[in-house]
């Protein structure tokens, strides 16, 4: 097992957990977790995100696996301020340690990155017969259609819930030693 601070480590969690771009990650602040509601959830502000033009700010449903390692995170480094915070003494620590963990302490360059969670999580969801909008909401990703965009203002949140139900279990059982299915490389 690669030696990671906890910062690090918990970062690249919550990143491959949620699917979510590395800088809403390294930049996330404890307000924007609601870990205790019934199903607990992540709020980004539209601000923070790429797609701006959305009426309303990005919920990303927490599944217990990861809602609950983020309490523990909570209770031992408070619920004040970023979420990982740097040891440096910095605001928070950077996109370039998580990035650099894939590249050189695991030898993924090339192979795998923080972002690689977000197509991982399309290509396996949309595999498991998760609805294309389903999958696209959760990335935010704006509609490709200027028609949709100006009509479809749903969440579709339910669905989004049972999407990161299933992609939290696809992950504990991967931790545990399950089968992993190599994707298939882009046609040249």
């Known amino acids: 097992m690669a030696r990671l601070s906890p910062a690090v480590r918990m970062a690249h969690r919550l990143c491959a957990f949620t699917s979510m771009r590395i800088g809403n ?8 977790f609601h870990l205790n509601d019934d199903q607990p959830v992540w709020i980004v502000p539209r601000a923070k995100m790429k797609v701006t033009s959305r009426p309303i700010d990005h919920r990303i449903p927490l599944c217990p696996e990861i809602a609950a390692e983020l309490r523990q995170w909570q209770n031992v480094f408070g619920g004040k301020g970023y979420v990982f915070p740097s040891p440096a003494g910095g605001k928070h620590i950077g996109r370039e340690a998580i990035e650099k963990v894939y590249r050189v302490t695991l030898g993924l360059d090339g192979k795998h990155s923080p972002h690689g969670w977000r197509s991982s999580f399309s290509t396996l969801a949309r595999g498991n017969g998760t609805a294309r909008d389903v999958v696209e909401l959760a990335l935010d990703h704006a ?28 992950l504990a059982a991967a931790q545990r030693g399950a089968t992993v299915i190599p994707l298939k490389t882009k046609a040249a």
Not at 25 to 32: D, G, L
Not at 156 to 166: I, N, S, T
Request: proline fraction near 0%; charge should be neutral.
């Open 25 to 32: 990650v390294v930049n996330a602040v404890w307000k924007e």
């Open 143 to 170: 509609h490709d259609n200027e028609v949709a965009r100006a009509y479809d203002r749903g969440e579709r949140f339910d669905e989004r819930v049972k999407l990161f139900q299933w992609w939290g279990k696809q």
